[in-house]
């Protein structure tokens, strides 16, 4: 996502903020060049609070407003909670196992992040990935409690803040995906 060269300026009216995206240097010619200028927005739009206006331009004029705004602050909204647990520090734990560990929080919610935007579909399948590898290593650790074999590479500390972040991140994901499927992926009024 490097390459990204769309040039932006904020707009201030009031109160009011409008993002202008000037797709003329980043030659936005077709579907995928798009989806790159939408990444561009979604990534200032998280660090500039107060955006309610959005302007794209090159050869035409793309508005986005109403429900192609909400859903956009809905994906800066995710984006942002996925940086909070991407930089949650790891406890020491006693298993000593968590490089490489597979719940390690700034490597998996890093991923989920990069995926987001524009890559839903991946997201969406690492996610699931995600939940069903917690759910073996707490069954695992169930058995274990048990009396079960013990299993060096469980971290105990990655298992229970994973699971809290995932629980919250799944909840607001499957929002997410039903204002996707409802409307569009993108509605952009022109
Ligand atoms: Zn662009
Ligand atoms: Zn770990």
Known sequence: MSDIVCEYRLESAGSKLELVLDCRTCKRTQKKSDDR?????????????????????????????????????????????????????????LSKHCEGCE??????????????????????????????????????????????????????SCIGDTYKDLTYLFIHYRDLAKQVAIKGFLVVVE
């Open 37 to 93: 200028c939408i990444d561009k927005i979604i990534r200032t739009m998280e660090n500039e609070y107060n955006i309610n206006s959005i302007l794209m331009t090159n050869y035409a004029l793309t508005q986005f407003q109403g429900d192609a705004l909400e859903l956009l602050h809905q994906f800066v909204g995710l984006r942002t909670d996925l940086k909070t647990m991407q930089e949650r520090k790891v406890k020491p734990d």
């Open 103 to 156: 719940l390690k929080p700034s490597d998996l919610f890093a991923k989920l992040r990069e995926l987001l935007y524009p890559d839903f579909d991946r997201f969406t399948a690492q996610l699931s990935e995600c939940v069903k590898y917690l759910n073996a290593s707490l069954k695992e650790l169930d058995r274990e409690s048990r009396g079960g074999k013990k299993n060096p590479k469980l971290c105990l």
